[in-house]
């Protein structure tokens, strides 16, 4: 195995993930293209132009934009981790501070011939196979970013980098858009326009691109879920519960799930308080918001030609028990840790976050900064290898029918 394709050894204290049919099915995508690079290079895999073969896989990738995240943290050694190790089917053109992007490269021994500025359209779609686009414009610091120590003066660009990542979809040089992950907080503090009360991508996206209904979910080996609220003081979280907030995520987990092949998706709709409310005794928004709201559902999903089974509420403890053995395909949460604590404990590094209702295909990683780790090589990049992968089947699925993508 070429040097530049081997991939790293996970590192100890890592839980590794049980193994599920999309990451076979990535693996053996990985595998083949490794393959291919192999062929052509014993050592480092340097990109070979003018082969017809791979003039016409070229011409058969998606381009995927990366804003790489906080650069203190360990968003651009993932990145790049992950774009060297992604699909032959994935272009991935990384948006952030280049010099940033090639110590990352450097660390992570990967070969800095692999890594080609780009500055158009044009230059994108000429990337070889093995080659990893890194977007020429993108904003650049002022000065180099220290691993594991952020400057809130970073936050200014994290934020111009999600931007032009989503500029790049919007004007359709690329098919889908992965963000790494940034500090809010330095987001929210850097001063930059549009960015005070900064809480996410989620949010920032769907005020940008003006989509009315947007949800956030996670994807992760056995759990997919749907949150009701999403970065929210939890006080504030019951009354945000709404019939319509139920429906919504309802509805659009539902389309996720059918995008991903499940025809008559089975879904669960957890409750808020414990025990789905004891009769009452212990809260009453089963009945006031999380009933009506599926019946909302039903009748939305039914008038759009879509089948599913929505069951609940259920108390969310055996929502996502039963979801982990099989028994649902998706789970609608009420709140960010009730879906956040099962999805990461059983996929940490490996689940995907993704943002239903834009009109762009955004997935994400579902770890932070890493500021602990940053720059010492512990960084699993399994997480964004698993957002590329998703982003590419949603894209692939868009292609021939818009199933997660809403109108603005
Ligand atoms: N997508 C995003 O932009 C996103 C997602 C989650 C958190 N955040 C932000 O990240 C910052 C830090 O958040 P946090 O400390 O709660 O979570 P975190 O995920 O950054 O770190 C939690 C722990 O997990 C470890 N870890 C994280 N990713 C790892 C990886 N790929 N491989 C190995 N170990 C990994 C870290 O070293 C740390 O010990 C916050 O500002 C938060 O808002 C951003
Ligand atoms: N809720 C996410 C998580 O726990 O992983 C994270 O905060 C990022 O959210 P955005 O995708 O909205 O930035």
């Known amino acids: 195995m070429g040097a530049a394709v081997r991939r790293r050894a996970p590192h100890g204290g ?4 049980a193994a599920a049919l999309e990451a076979r099915r990535r693996a053996a995508a990985r595998d083949a293209a490794r393959r291919g690079l192999q062929a052509r290079s014993a050592g480092h895999a340097e990109p070979d ?6 003039g016409d896989a070229r011409m058969k990738r998606q381009t995927i934009a990366v804003s790489v995240g906080c650069p203190s943290g360990i968003g651009p050694e993932v990145a790049v981790h992950a774009a060297a190790n ?3 089917e994935a272009r991935c053109v990384l948006v952030g501070d280049t010099e ?6 450097r660390d992570g021994k990967i070969a800095a ?3 080609r500025v780009v500055a158009s359209a044009q230059e994108i779609e000429a990337l070889a196979l093995g080659e990893i686009g890194v977007w020429g414009p993108s904003t650049q610091l002022a000065a180099p970013a220290q691993p594991g120590a952020p400057d809130r003066k970073a936050g200014a660009a994290q934020l111009a980098w999600v931007n032009e990542a989503l500029s790049l979809v919007q004007d359709g040089t690329a098919a889908a858009l992965v963000t790494g992950p940034v500090s809010k907080l330095a987001i929210a503090t850097s001063g930059a326009p549009g960015a005070k009360g900064f809480s ?9 691109l003006g989509a009315r209904e947007v949800v956030m979910a996670f994807r992760a080996a056995n759990i997919t879920t749907a949150l009701v609220t999403t970065h929210l003081p939890l006080a504030e979280v019951p009354a945000a519960v709404t019939p319509d907030a139920v429906a919504t995520s309802c509805y659009w987990l539902v389309r996720l799930l059918r995008s991903l092949g499940m025809a008559a998706p089975r879904v669960a709709v957890a409750a808020l308080n414990p025990h789905a409310g004891e009769g009452g005794m212990l809260g009453i928004e089963e009945e ?8 909302h559902a039903n009748e939305r999903l039914a008038a759009d030609g879509f089948f599913a089974q929505l069951s609940g509420p259920l108390g969310a403890e055996t929502a996502f028990r039963k979801q982990a053995a099989g028994a649902f395909d998706g789970v609608v949460a009420m709140y960010h840790d009730q879906a956040t604590i099962p999805c990461k404990l059983v996929g940490f590094g490996e689940a995907v976050n993704v943002t239903l209702g834009l009109p762009v295909i955004r997935t994400s990683v579902d770890h932070g900064t890493g500021y602990d780790i940053a720059g010492t090589g512990k960084a699993d990049p399994r997480g964004m290898e698993s ?3 998703l982003a590419l089947t949603l894209a692939k699925v868009r292609g021939r029918a818009s199933l997660i993508a809403g109108t603005s």
């Open 113 to 115: 011939s692999r890594l």
């Open 387 to 389: 957002a590329l992968a």
């Open 200 to 208: 996410g991508h989620t949010e920032h996206l769907a005020a940008r």
């Open 86 to 88: 992604a699909e032959a």
């Open 49 to 54: 132009h003018g082969r017809a073969a791979e």
């Open 14 to 17: 890592h839980p590794r993930a």
């Open 100 to 105: 940033t992007l090639r110590r990352a490269a």
């Open 288 to 295: 006031t918001s999380i009933k009506p709201g599926i019946e």
